[in-house]
T-cell receptor, first 114, second 115 residues
Framework: AQSVTQLGSHVSVSEGALVLLRCNYS??????LFWYVQYPNQGLQLLLK??????LVKGINGFEAEFKKSETSFHLTKPSAHMSDAAEYFC????????????FGQGTELSVKP | EAGVTQFPSHSVIEKGQTVTLRCDPI?????LYWYRRVMGKEIKFLLH????????ESGMPNNRFLAERTGGTYSTLKVQPAELEDSGVYFC?????????????FGPGTRLLVL
């Protein structure tokens, strides 16, 4: 069975600082991994996804994530935080034989201080 | 192109009442998913439609929940009778094709509060 763990339910960074949101997964088959972002009062928006091509995946708004099989991780990073990055971030895994359903982590609330 | 829409945005009902949530997927998307987030917990899968057929309903919590997608367009999720633990945010998502690498587009969610 697949599972996702996001370390840290709340992360706070200063504007301009590095953003690092951690995600570890468990999967017995090659995983497909996603990062979604939810801004207040909006739906989830895809930031990026890993589908077994390049291990370093670039997404929207300057975010990127690196798939590390040896560490079963898919951490999300952004070199310089902006106030507009304040939101909740979700890591999710989808398995090859599961019809596309997503299994989510608990979510990480990112706060950006001026 | 219109995104996934959900109605209502909020619903407050009393225990024992019935509530029906509606989801309109992106036009042309055959796949429709329902998810739920109970407060303080992770977002959990409820079920998956391909066109009008239920592909996977393994996440439905019990028989008080009934999902339909007549005609393969919009979907409804009915909770009857509602219980306190049904409170949460119900998300709908759609995708064009079936598969683990397909991007799912999410609606804004329906916030359900059962008193």
């Amino acid at each position: 069975a697949q599972s996702v763990t996001q370390l840290g339910s709340h992360v706070s960074v200063s504007e301009g600082a590095l953003v690092l949101l951690r995600c570890n997964y468990s999967s017995s088959v090659p995983p497909y991994l996603f990062w979604y972002v939810q801004y207040p009062n909006q739906g989830l928006q895809l930031l990026l996804k890993y589908t077994s091509a390049a291990t370093l995946v670039k997404g929207i708004n300057g975010f990127e994530a690196e798939f590390k099989k040896s560490e079963t991780s898919f951490h999300l990073t952004k070199p310089s935080a902006h106030m507009s990055d304040a939101a909740e971030y979700f890591c999710a895994v989808s398995a090859y034989n599961q019809g596309g359903k997503l299994i989510f982590g608990q979510g990480t609330e990112l706060s950006v201080k001026p | 192109e219109a995104g996934v829409t959900q109605f209502p945005s909020h619903s407050v009902i009393e225990k024992g009442q019935t509530v029906t949530l509606r989801c309109d997927p992106i036009s042309g998307h055959d796949n429709l998913y329902w998810y739920r987030r109970v407060m303080g917990k992770e977002i959990k899968f409820l079920l998956h439609f391909v066109k009008e057929s239920k592909q996977d309903e393994s996440g439905m919590p019990n028989n008080r929940f009934l999902a339909e997608r007549t005609g393969g367009t919009y979907s409804t999720l009915k909770v009857q009778p509602a219980e306190l633990e049904d409170s949460g945010v119900y998300f709908c998502a759609s995708s064009h094709q079936t598969g683990p690498s397909e991007t799912q587009y999410f609606g804004p969610g329906t916030r359900l509060l059962v008193l």
